[in-house]
């Protein structure tokens, strides 16, 4: 139904609405949404003026004012009413007939026919009686109305402007400026003249201008402007940082990686700005509704127009009636109800560090009954802390970690870096090994402070014909429990047990809580053994667990899910969630995940953090509840006014004339939009780890 509208106007449908400013500036297809807000006011107070000089000489104003005011060079009234008319015509209201002749050549039929209809009639038909030598003219009916749907538009305009306020916030986002380092010499040179690979000085206090990685220097960042992290974020040498965010307590020397339209805030801006200019599915019937009420308009116009006349009307006040008519069910408030609460939706999910690709996946994101979550990277941090020692009797933990951490210390293996990390941690000595041996799959050997440590698995000491004692109903218990249970050994002897395991994030408790407060389902999928994923789930709350799962059938998991008539929305990081992320009704992907899970989700999590996906709920739902009200009030608006402007109620003495029709109308699309914006103030609570 919209396929054939002209490019032009889709250009900046990002700004403006497309049922009624799609044609309004066609001239004028660069003019920004400030330029495009200032014209309308100019328009407005033109006709504004006009229409009121037209109101002062009206039969109106003398049976409601009593105002009997001399016409200027001892004219006819409806000649002088016609010549102060004219600038509200043919300026003010240029924009309505534009647009309207761009409708019909698209062959459509929008807000814009309707009110070039009640504008142009009321209007032919007063100059027409004028030509004729006088009688009952409507100059003051069509430059109000003229005057009231201006008004409405630039208040449209402006509300819809506050709901597009988030992408400006990120646009001034970014520094202007950028301290490079070239020689050891420092040079301030605007940020779009960053290059990667240029090394930037950053003061504390300052901004970042580009996404890069941390050489030199350590400090707390923070992030909150782009990921919504309450907390400043600690930076050290290997770090990525972020552009746009700001360097709270250190001096950085940064690299910069990306520049210009690859920076992480650009992406941003360019996803935000993509869904609040995508249709969404109640979109797409919101306009095929506004079709149909514009015809039937149109149809109820002339239907009026002809009953009157058959009941013996004068055709004066029968085309009042018809006109009233087709300005009272502009479909105006109906094509607003949907895209400003889209735009509303983005806007605050951007301002969470949550992001919609989509106009669909915000209106997905509120019928998602399941959320099926990966547990590596997503509920877990993706790295193995240790979690318990247990130590023989009486052998010294401080003095067995630290012999561990000797051998470990130079190993790049996960759990070697785990063990070091804890025993520095808690204070354990530094030690140094000497004759260090690795055993391929097993583990290690050293010599430590003049003793043979070995540290592995129960295989290793077993080869070395070394009994676990009263170590190995421990081992088993952890092992049983899902922790990988590491064995030291000193001089033939079992000293401890270190127990590791891949530690869930510190909101993932929340985030299934959250998800369970709005009545979500939440399930684990994991290739990992059915011990440690249910270990896990126990300890955060989760309802199912779907263990020992390849990367490939991950997808096909999903789909055993939505046959059972779930809506499921599925959260992960990696590439081999990226097939289970297409295939579920609503794919997120956590921040820090894989560009290709990235490019696959329908939502992006700014930071990894999982109780963000309780946050995308509940902005979808938010925001379909506001288009379901905005909608529920742009039907009966329509149904209440309908009959009231065609004079069905006339013989009661309720009717309504052109140009309170406009105000109505012009008031009901104000109040959709006005509610639209009350979206923003949505309650989205905080993990408590980030409060």
């Known amino acids: ?159 819809r402007s506050g709901a597009g306020d988030a992408v400006t916030s990120l646009l001034d986002l970014s520094p202007p400026k950028a301290v490079v380092l070239h020689d050891g010499k420092e040079s301030e040179v605007p940020t779009a003249d960053v290059r990667v690979g240029d090394v930037l000085l950053v003061r504390p206090g300052a901004k970042i201008a580009v996404d890069g990685t941390v050489l030199h220097g350590s400090s707390e960042v923070d992030e909150s402007m782009v990921t919504g992290e309450s907390l400043p974020v600690h930076k050290k040498p290997g770090d990525p940082v972020i552009g746009a965010t700001i360097n709270t307590t250190g001096s950085l020397r940064v690299r910069a990686t990306k520049v210009g339209s690859d920076t992480a805030l650009a992406q941003i801006v360019k996803l935000v700005k993509q869904a609040q200019s995508s249709k969404a599915p109640g979109q797409r019937l919101a306009d095929r ?20 006349l058959l009941v013996g009307a004068p055709l004066s006040k029968a085309l009042l009636f018809a006109i009233t008519v087709v300005v009272v069910t502009c479909p105006d408030a109906l094509g607003l109800a949907t895209p400003t609460a889209i735009m509303v939706g983005t806007g605050l999910g951007a301002k969470r560090g949550v992001l919609f690709k989509n106009a669909t996946a915000l209106e997905d994101a509120a019928r998602i009954d399941v959320v099926v979550m990966d547990k590596t990277g997503t509920l877990t941090k993706g790295k193995p802390e240790v979690t318990d020692v247990v130590a023989a009797h009486g052998v010294d933990t401080g003095r ?43 583990g290690a050997k050293a010599t430590v402070d003049g003793h043979h440590v070995i540290i592995g698995n129960k295989g290793l000491l077993d080869a070395e014909h070394i009994a676990l004692g009263e170590l190995a109903k421990h081992r088993d218990d952890l092992a049983a429990s899902g922790h990988t249970a590491v064995l030291v050994a000193v001089d033939g002897h079992a000293q401890a047990v270190i127990a590791l395991a891949d530690a869930p994030r510190p909101t993932s408790a929340d985030a299934v809580k959250a998800l369970h407060e709005l009545g979500v389902g939440v399930v684990m999928l994991t290739g990992d053994n059915k011990g440690t994923a249910e270990r896990i789930a126990h300890d955060l ?55 290709v899970a990235i490019q696959t989700a329908d939502v992006v999590l700014m930071r990894s953090d999982p109780f963000a996906v309780s946050t995308a709920l509940r902005i979808g739902r938010g925001t379909v509840h506001k288009e379901h009200q905005n909608l529920g009030w742009a039907v009966g608006y329509n149904g209440t006014a309908l009959p009231i402007a065609a004079g069905v109620f006339a013989h009661w003495g309720l009717t309504m004339r052109p140009e309170i029709a406009a105000m109505a109308m012009s008031g009901s699309s104000l109040i959709v939009a006005l509610n639209a914006l009350h979206l923003k103030k949505l309650p989205l609570p905080t993990a408590p780890h980030h409060r």
Request: proline letters at 3%; charged letters at 15%; one cysteine or more.
């Open 1 to 159: 139904m919209r396929g054939n509208t002209d490019h032009t106007a889709d250009e900046h449908r990002t700004v403006c609405h497309a049922k009624h400013d799609q044609h309004m500036h066609s001239d004028h297809p660069s003019m920004s949404m400030a330029g495009m807000a200032r014209d309308m006011r100019n328009r407005f107070l033109v006709a504004l003026v006009f229409s009121t000089l037209v109101m002062l000489w009206s039969p109106m104003a003398t049976h409601m004012f009593g105002l009997h005011l001399p016409v200027p060079f001892g004219m006819r009234a409806d000649i002088w009413m016609l010549i102060l008319s004219l600038p509200v015509i043919f300026y003010s209201s240029t924009i309505f007939f534009t647009g309207a002749w761009a409708a019909l050549k698209a062959h459509t039929l929008d807000m814009m026919v309707l009110v070039a209809v009640g504008i142009g009639t009321g209007w032919l038909y007063s100059l027409y009686v004028t030509c004729t030598g006088g009688g009952e003219v409507f100059y003051e009916a069509s430059t109000m109305l003229a005057t009231f749907v201006l008004l409405g538009h630039w208040f449209e305009m402006r509300a």
């Open 289 to 308: 509704a506004a079709f149909w009420l514009t015809l039937v308009a149109l149809l109820g116009s002339a239907t009026t127009l002809v009953v009157w």
């Open 400 to 442: 067995v970690l630290a012999l561990a951490a000797a051998v470990e210390l130079d190993s790049e293996h996960p759990l070697a870096k785990a063990i070091v990390d804890y025993a520095k941690g808690h204070g354990a000595q530094t030690l140094s090994a000497s004759d260090f041996q690795n055993v391929a799959g097993r």
């Open 541 to 595: 709350g989760i309802d199912t667990v779907i263990a020992d799962v390849l990367p490939k059938d991950k997808a096909d998991r999903i789909a055993d899910l939505q046959r059972t008539g779930k809506k499921v929305a599925m959260v992960g990081d990696g590439v081999n969630d990226a097939p289970a992320l297409a295939r579920a009704d609503l794919g997120i992907a956590i921040g820090a995940g894989t560009d």
